[in-house]
């Protein structure tokens, strides 16, 4: 299934439902949601406005509904109707014909940070600075908030993180004696091992569909392939230096078959990852309750290290997915609009809900460093406290690192580009890299950008 | 039953195909190799229905841990995925289920008087423009019903139908290619002289449509009505951008919704189950309406390539 990536990509947030949260996770939420929480808050806005007003909301699924009934009972004037619209790139799509006709549009709208810019690009969205967005940009961890800034202006407010770790299989490694790797060098001699100890297992598998996945090995190599450049100015570099290592590492493992480039998110990836066909997945802070729900038959069996390393002993990270909910530049209630969004990320009540029922990796400093939060045992992982474990890598994460003004073009030429050549088993990724770089520069001019290759 | 029968007699007479011909063709003696040919046709297309059927008895944890087209020994779970579908989220699949069926029975059924009256229309009068608004009709069969979604949906905003029922239905009443195909069938199955016969009586032109024409065009009619039932039934990308309150939604659309709702991390809300137990529930009505009416279809599909 060669569709684009963000079709059903990125798993942005890591929801689960209060089935599968354990009990651990009950009573500290029950901790953590105080029910005088409403004093940290009220401070004086425009939205005690004396007429009651309505804004819609767009959520990917109801789960915003418990912090609009929060941020309502303080806001007695106003209205939130959540409306889950469609998911991913069915949301975007529908905004997008909804922008064109210049009606329908909902005031707030759940997005992903890779999408943001394309918005921006499209000036689709409200500056929130113009209404007192950057009082708090403080309060959020450096890297996740200039993930929706830029040049002191802001188009959202992050809401959840996605930065990356290794997932792996405590029990395979111990099986066949394979230490943990923390660089990528050891990795890869790691992955040859399993090869040879276990023929129907992978240490690892490289989707070949990802481009969300490979942007984050990507940003972790250190490469930062967009580059804003002034109004409707990009540098655009995916050919770079580091993307060039990030691809003659991988390419040689998957030539070998050392690894697997099997598509992700399909049935045969799930089944694989319940049947320890993959002793580690390179992923996200959203991942743990993610595979909770799909290989609950593993339980116990997993655990979570920081990412391997390109130079032994260095602590650099990546991100993959996260999101904000960001509000369109048409709404009628901009100052409350931008209330909103900021209560939802700052506010502790909410914030608290957010990170300890709905599972998202916080993006505020206070939040993130929550001892509720980080104690937070998890079963599936023997008990490990895994965001803890994420929250140290917060800080790694590349802060230069932005998204084109063109996602979606960048996400399904990768997949005619890189990704066929992954698929094939190619040894020398790099000809599709620079296949890849030349088919985005021409469409960026195409569309009327500025386009520099540095 | 027995106007079909009329029909096709009057159909296969108007070509001078004897029924005789008929008959014999049906009974030319079988090819093997055409029998192998459609046996692996059959089983290229019922083992995604066979895997459909035998997922929707396993609960997410079996879906991803047993062999693929065997149920799996876990246990039987389509009981509790069938609970679990009609449950989910307030019920509101048994609000898709019914949208879905009040869009496909009300557009078809539109679709298909239109599609009639149109194209007895063109086969029975003489208007100045006819050839060019025939092949309007023809051209815009070629135009792919997606392409237009977008460009509808900008009209449609403009009288502020958006995201309601009708932003489904009225696009959908319109059917080129039911039009095409029931001028050819007017053309055959109505005699002008039986129409002549009826204005010296005194008739009014539409009382002629109504009394003669329309009986007569009848199994054309049910091949319409069939083809755009099936049309609007499984029809994704109109529904998907015009509409954004989930509780009008088709469930072509809710359930894509809700696969990717659980491909997009909560996962652990277990709804591929639902997911598969929901898309197995929601092509049952158009199996069963296949199985009662599908000589219905064969008539429909040979009469282009007899009549063309």
Redesign the interface.
């Known amino acids: 299934m060669a569709r684009i990536t963000n079709?059903?990509?990125?798993?942005?947030?890591?929801?689960?439902?209060t089935v599968?949260a354990g009990a651990i996770l009950s009573t500290a939420a029950a901790v953590a949601l105080p029910s005088a929480g409403a004093a940290h808050v009220a401070k004086p806005s425009q939205s005690h406005a004396a007429k009651p007003v309505a804004l819609t909301l767009?959520s990917?699924?109801?789960f915003a509904t418990p912090e609009v009934k929060m941020f309502e009972k303080l806001h007695p004037n106003v209205r939130i109707n959540v409306?889950?619209?469609?998911?991913?790139?069915?949301e975007y799509?529908?905004l997008r014909?909804?922008i064109?006709?210049?009606?329908?549009v909902?005031d707030l709208i759940d997005m992903e940070f890779p999408e943001m810019r394309t918005f921006e690009a499209t000036n689709s969205l409200l500056d929130l600075s113009k209404y007192g967005a950057n009082a708090v940009a403080n309060q959020f961890v450096p890297w996740v908030w200039s993930q929706t800034s830029a040049n002191g202006q802001v188009y959202g407010i992050p809401l959840a993180t996605g930065q990356m770790a290794m997932i792996y299989r405590a029990d395979i490694f111990k099986k066949y004696g394979i230490p943990i790797p923390t660089t990528w060098a050891q990795f890869a001699t790691d992955a040859a091992k399993l090869r040879t100890a276990d023929p129907g297992g992978y240490l690892t598998d490289i989707a070949s569909n990802d481009y969300n996945a490979f942007m984050g090995l990507a940003e972790q190599a250190g490469a930062t392939p967009f580059i804003p450049a002034g109004k409707n100015s990009w540098n655009i570099n995916l050919n770079s230096t580091a993307m060039q290592k990030l691809v003659s590492y991988w390419g040689p493992l998957i030539a070998n078959k050392t690894v697997s480039t099997d598509a992700d998110?399909t049935?045969a990836w799930?089944?694989g990852?319940?049947?320890g066909k993959y002793a580690t997945w390179i992923s996200a802070s959203?991942a743990p309750?993610?595979?909770?729900?799909?290989?609950?038959?593993t339980s116990g069996e997993w655990r979570v290290a920081v990412l391997p390393q390109w130079t032994a002993g260095a602590s650099v990270g990546g991100n993959i997915g996260g999101g904000a909910y960001v509000a369109s530049k048409t709404t009628k209630y901009p100052q409350i609009a931008t209330e909103f969004l900021e209560f939802m990320s700052t506010n502790p009540q909410s914030a608290a809900y957010l990170a300890l029922q709905e599972f998202r990796f916080p993006t505020t400093k206070v939040e993130a460093a929550s001892p509720t939060f980080l104690q937070q045992k998890v079963p599936f992982f023997g008990g490990q406290e895994v965001n803890r474990l994420f929250a140290k890598v917060d800080n790694s994460v590349n802060k230069n690192f932005a998204w084109s003004p063109f996602n979606d073009f960048v996400a399904s030429s990768f997949l005619t580009t890189v990704g066929v050549a992954m698929g094939n088993k190619q040894s020398n990724l790099k000809p599709s890299l620079q296949a890849w770089q030349s088919a985005v520069v021409s469409y960026g001019r195409r569309q009327g950008f500025t386009v520099g290759t540095k | 039953m027995t106007l079909i029968g009329r029909a096709e007699r009057r159909l296969f007479g108007h070509l001078g195909i004897s029924h005789h011909a008929v008959e014999r063709r049906h009974g030319r003696r079988p090819s093997n190799v055409l029998t192998l040919i459609m046996l692996v046709m059959l089983v290229y297309f019922a083992l995604p229905l066979f895997w459909l059927a035998v997922s929707s008895t396993k609960s997410?944890?079996q879906?991803?841990?047993s062999f693929?087209l065997w149920f799996s020994s876990g246990g039987f779970n389509l009981v509790s995925n069938v609970h679990e579908v009609f449950t989910y989220?307030g019920g509101v699949y048994v609000s898709w289920l019914g949208n879905t069926a009040l869009y496909a029975v009300v557009s078809a059924s539109g679709a298909a008087l239109l599609a009639a009256a149109g194209g007895y229309g063109f086969a029975k009068f003489n208007f100045p423009g006819k050839s060019v608004l025939f092949a309007m009709v023809l051209g815009s069969i070629m135009v792919p019903f997606t392409a237009l979604a977008?460009p509808t949906?900008?009209l449609l905003?403009?009288i502020g139908l958006?995201?309601t029922r009708w932003a489904i239905i009225i696009p959908s009443l319109l059917s080129p290619f039911g039009l095409y195909l029931m001028r050819v069938y007017a053309a055959g199955a109505v005699p002008d002289a039986l129409i002549e016969a009826a204005r010296l009586d005194g008739a009014g032109e539409f009382r002629i449509f109504r009394s003669i024409g329309f009986r007569l065009v009848a199994p054309g009619f049910v091949t319409v009505l069939l083809l755009s039932l099936v049309a609007t039934w499984n029809n994704y990308f109109l529904p998907?951008?015009m509409l954004?309150?989930?509780r009008l939604f088709p469930v072509t659309?809710g359930l894509?919704?809700w696969?990717?709702?659980?491909?997009?991390?909560?996962?652990?809300?277990?709804l591929?189950n639902i997911v598969i137990t929901g898309s197995l529930l929601s092509i049952i009505p158009l199996i069963v309406a296949f199985l009662f009416l599908q000589r219905y279809w064969r008539n429909g599909l040979s009469l282009g390539s007899v009549t063309g």
């Not at chain 1, 064109?100 to 329908?104: F, I, K, L, N, V």
């Not at chain 2, 696969?259 to 277990?270: F, K, L």
């Open positions: 079709d059903r990509p990125r798993a942005w947030r890591r929801v689960a439902t599968a767009w990917w699924d109801s409306v889950n619209a469609g998911t991913g790139l069915a799509t529908k014909t909804a064109q006709a210049g009606s329908g909902p998110f049935t799930y089944q990852m319940s049947s959203w309750s993610f595979l909770e729900g799909i290989a609950k038959n | 997410v944890t879906l991803f841990h693929g989220d977008v949906y900008l905003s403009k958006v995201n998907l951008i954004n309150n989930p659309v894509a919704d696969n990717s709702q659980a491909t997009t991390g909560s996962g652990s809300q277990a591929y």
